[in-house]
């Protein structure tokens, strides 16, 4: 995806409020061999970007203002308003095609496994996998066929077959995803009302104690 910058020269909150309010969002590039340049990006040529979603893995092609070159990069940081969640500020970190990155890839599955069918209840634990690959063939997720799965099966990063241009990293066979069984389902749900019960009744002493009149 293509994405058109300027340069900015003053810096600090009050600058980046009168780019804000003129639409723009700052923004600053950096990368192993750039030196670090601070950027003015319209807030319209970023809307295609996040609609698109998965931002952090989408390659863009930077064209800096005054500058013919154009520069593969991605979004390494976002800062959102905490209230309003619009975008605050930009990091973007340049690439190089020929050398592999760390990206985070989302995981997704396909198919419905017997289990859910017999009332189970799929629990994906790890919604993102960190991938090791190069910035031209980043997977678009990670897709996991959960049909042939029974209630009390797991998929573990073993399980995943791995491939020659996306590498998954991880020091530890840790699970995905699950089936539940149905009785775990509502043991949880126990467990749950029981901690919110007996958190009412340490309040309904609380209350009595400070009721009791104080002695004479």
Same mark, same amino acid.
């Given at each position: 995806?293509?994405?058109?910058?300027?340069?900015?020269?003053?810096?600090?909150?009050?600058?980046?409020?009168?780019?804000?309010?003129?639409?723009?969002?700052?923004?600053?590039?950096?990368?192993?061999?750039?030196?670090?340049?601070?950027?003015?990006?319209?807030?319209?040529?970023?809307?295609? #970007?996040?609609?698109?979603?998965?931002?952090?893995?989408?390659?863009?092609?930077?064209?800096?203002?005054?500058?013919?070159?154009?520069?593969?990069?991605?979004?390494?940081?976002?800062?959102?308003?905490?209230?309003?969640?619009?975008?605050?500020?930009?990091?973007?970190?340049?690439?190089?095609?020929?050398?592999?990155?760390?990206?985070?890839?989302?995981?997704?599955?396909?198919?419905?496994?017997?289990?859910?069918?017999?009332?189970?209840?799929?629990?994906?634990?790890?919604?993102?996998?960190?991938?090791?690959?190069?910035?031209?063939? #980043?997977?678009?997720?990670?897709?996991?066929?959960?049909?042939?799965?029974? #209630?009390?099966?797991?998929?573990?990063?073993?399980?995943?077959?791995?491939?020659?241009?996306?590498?998954?990293?991880?020091?530890?066979?840790?699970?995905?995803?699950?089936?539940?069984?149905?009785?775990?389902?509502?043991?949880?749900?126990?467990?749950?009302?029981?901690?919110?019960?007996?958190?009412?009744?340490?309040?309904?002493?609380?209350?009595?104690?400070?009721?009791?009149?104080?002695?004479?």
């Amino acid at each position: 995806m293509n994405l058109k910058a300027s340069q900015r020269e003053a810096v600090g909150n009050g600058p980046s409020r009168v780019l804000r309010r003129d639409g723009k969002i700052p923004a600053i590039l950096y990368g192993p061999k750039t030196e670090p340049v601070k950027l003015a990006i319209d807030r319209l040529e970023l809307e295609p #970007i996040f609609k698109s979603g998965a931002v952090a893995q989408k390659l863009l092609k930077l064209q800096i203002e005054g500058d013919d070159s154009v520069r593969n990069v991605m979004v390494k940081e976002m800062q959102k308003d905490p209230v309003s969640r619009s975008v605050l500020h930009l990091d973007l970190y340049e690439v190089s095609m020929d050398q592999r990155i760390n990206v985070m890839v989302p995981v997704v599955t396909t198919g419905k496994s017997t289990g859910v069918e017999m009332g189970g209840m799929l629990q994906i634990i790890r919604r993102e996998l960190e991938v090791f690959c190069l910035p031209g063939q #980043i997977p678009e997720n990670i897709t996991i066929d959960i049909t042939g799965l029974e #209630i009390g099966d797991s998929v573990h990063v073993e399980d995943l077959p791995q491939e020659e241009t996306a590498e998954i990293l991880a020091d530890v066979n840790f699970t995905i995803l699950t089936i539940l069984s149905p009785m775990a389902e509502e043991e949880e749900e126990v467990e749950e009302e029981e901690e919110g019960a007996e958190e009412g009744e340490e309040g309904e002493e609380g209350e009595e104690a400070a009721e009791e009149p104080a002695a004479e």
